[in-house]
């Protein structure tokens, strides 16, 4: 098959590099990486031949050229409108989409792929228990905009990693923002808090949220224990939501059925209307790639798949509680990374 590459995460599953200026071509299984002069010492793919120059899209337009190919696949959602264009005018072949290209022949990973994925969970899980002892010692009186920037310093270990995503660090009512961006808001004891973060590991990345009482003692257990009915409520049927789906996972069933598992048990619990979003995505070089686990998914889940498990309860205005792991397909079963 010959395809051609403009993603950085596509491209460096090919070959083991990648940078933010460079184009991957295959062509009968023979493989080339353009790129700039900037990178001229340190482009070392692991498979491909490693073509310099300013103007790296007419570098790949000559060679595709050269090799007189008629058929080339892409992925449109690599590509900017402007720079498809060009190559449309340029080649007289035929452009066949293949939406999702990478993220299809990413969808069952490696062991050596797995292995990095669960190193990048446990550095994080390490980084949440950190930041929960900050958050005890030192974070009352802080707004989320300081107990993000603290969040983004704990999370990367002082830079050495990069991170997955923008954290999120939601207190009481900014909570039921599935997607919370920091305020003003100040923490205080009591107050309930929500943490989404995650890091990457050689470029793989980890995802997990958990929530909190802020307290001497605070921890991100899996297992809280707030002290306030309604709020006790929806935190066990969120937790309860996740290990459920977690437990009845396994492969050969569809993914639309997980995320099923979960929002049963949410809308048995009479809060189906405030479960927003879908019960979880595919983790690995990118944070959000296939299986996604959502009421429209008819993916059949296999051995080798990784994903979150993240259902969540949003009450406006008042609070919202997200529990999340990721979890590897293995042996048939979800094991939690």
Request: aromatic share 10%; charged share 30%.
């Amino acid at each position: 098959m010959n395809y051609i590459l403009k993603n950085e995460n596509a491209i460096y599953y090919e070959c083991g590099y990648s940078n933010d200026n460079s184009i991957f071509l295959s062509i009968e299984g023979v493989n080339y990486l353009f790129t700039d002069g900037r990178y001229a010492l340190e482009a070392n793919p692991s498979n491909a031949e490693v073509v310099i120059g300013r103007n790296i899209l007419n570098l790949a337009i000559s060679v595709i050229k050269k090799l007189k190919i008629k058929k080339i696949y892409f992925d449109p959602k690599e590509w900017s409108l402007y720079s498809f264009d060009i190559l449309n005018k340029n080649l007289k072949i035929k452009f066949k989409a293949d939406i999702d290209f990478s993220h299809k022949k990413r969808i069952i990973k490696t062991a050596q792929e797995i292995k990095k994925l669960k190193k990048a969970v446990v550095l994080g899980s390490d980084a949440f228990d950190k930041f929960a002892n900050y958050l005890s010692s030192k974070g009352y009186g802080k707004n989320e905009y300081s107990l993000n920037l603290k969040a983004k310093e704990i999370l990367s270990y002082n830079g050495k990693y990069e991170l997955s995503f923008e954290p999120i660090v939601a207190i009481r009512e900014n909570s039921a923002k599935p997607h919370a961006m920091a305020t003003g808001k100040i923490l205080d004891k009591r107050d309930l808090v929500l943490v989404d973060a995650g890091l990457k590991y050689q470029r793989y990345c980890s995802d997990r949220t958990r929530v909190a009482q802020a307290r001497d003692d605070m921890d991100f257990a899996l297992y809280q224990d707030f002290g306030k009915v309604k709020m006790q409520k929806v935190y066990d049927t969120v937790a309860k939501a996740r290990d459920m789906a977690i437990a009845r996972t396994k492969s050969g069933m569809r993914a639309k059925d997980i995320d099923k598992i979960a929002r049963d048990v949410i809308e048995k619990a009479g809060f189906g209307k405030f479960f927003v979003h879908s019960t979880g995505h595919g983790v690995g070089l990118d944070i959000h790639e296939m299986p996604y686990i959502s009421s429209k998914s008819k993916t059949i889940i296999e051995d080798g798949m990784v994903f979150t498990i993240e259902p969540g309860i949003y009450l406006p205005n008042k609070f919202g509680v997200r529990v999340e792991d990721m979890v590897v397909i293995k042996n048939g079963r979800a094991d939690i990374l």
